[in-house]
């Protein structure tokens, strides 16, 4: 139990299916991040959160829409999505600092496919 | 362009055998590493970090060795068992945000 809880861990969807990924930590973390991760490939980062304010969006389509209600929720809304985005992907949350991050706390990861 | 990248996609091991996984970076501005290990169905989970003015750092069982001259980052596994089969990731710190690598899997047979 890491601390970060995703839901749903597995989904599957059509192309013209509106969805929605959910993470939740229980951290006391100001910093909240969305990777994807496909087989054979690096870890892809997506979306940082910090102080509830996106301070990065990493060149991702715009069919993958993330909201940061809280400190403590994530969530990486889904539409019109192609095959090609099937993946696993994951939620992190840290203690953002003024220089570098620190280490990541990652949850199970919500296994997406896309029919 | 930054990039941490691992050398060999696969290592297998007998069971009680030192591992030894390897991570070259290319940030030489990079002041902060972690090793993570992700097994099936799980997300990856932090082993140990070191810091560049460190060059080695020793947890339960494993030890992470920096080279800062030639950018080179490894983590050994002592004893290794079969528990520890999972991908192993390096991660290279930038400002909020980690940069990972594509990741080792380790196989360890009884």
């Known amino acids: 139990e890491t601390g970060v809880t995703q839901t749903p861990r597995h989904l599957v969807m059509g192309m013209t299916n509106k969805k929605s990924l959910k993470c939740e930590q229980h951290?006391?973390?100001?910093?909240m991040y969305w990777y994807k991760q496909s087989a054979k490939k690096p870890l892809e980062l997506m979306f940082v959160?910090?102080?509830?304010?996106?301070?990065e969006n990493n060149s991702v389509p715009s069919r993958f829409s993330p909201e940061c209600p809280n400190s403590s929720h994530l969530f990486l809304h889904l539409h019109t999505l192609q095959p090609e985005d099937s993946a696993l992907y994951l939620c992190?949350?840290?203690?953002?600092?003024?220089?570098?991050?620190?280490?990541?706390?990652f949850g199970e990861g919500s296994r997406l496919t896309v029919l | 362009g930054e990039s941490v990248g691992l050398h060999l996609p696969t290592l297998s091991v007998q069971e009680g055998d030192n591992s030894i996984i390897n991570c070259a970076y290319s940030?030489?501005?990079?002041?902060?590493f972690i090793w993570y290990k992700q097994e099936s169905g799980k997300g990856p989970q932090f082993i140990i970090d070191?810091?560049?003015?460190?060059d080695k750092r020793q947890g339960q069982r494993v030890t992470v060795l920096l080279n800062k001259t030639v950018k080179h980052l490894s983590l050994q596994i002592a004893a290794t068992q079969p528990g520890d089969s999972a991908v192993y990731f390096c991660?290279?710190?930038?400002?909020?945000?980690?940069?990972f690598g594509t990741g080792t899997r380790l196989l360890v047979s009884p």
């Open positions: 992190a949350s840290t203690r953002a600092k003024s220089k570098n991050t620190g280490e990541l706390f």
């Open positions: 940030n030489s501005a990079s002041d902060y």
């Open positions: 070191i810091r560049s003015n460190m």
């Open positions: 959160y910090s102080l509830e304010e996106r301070v």
């Open positions: 951290l006391g973390h100001n910093a």
């Open positions: 991660a290279e710190t930038g400002f909020q945000k980690l940069v």
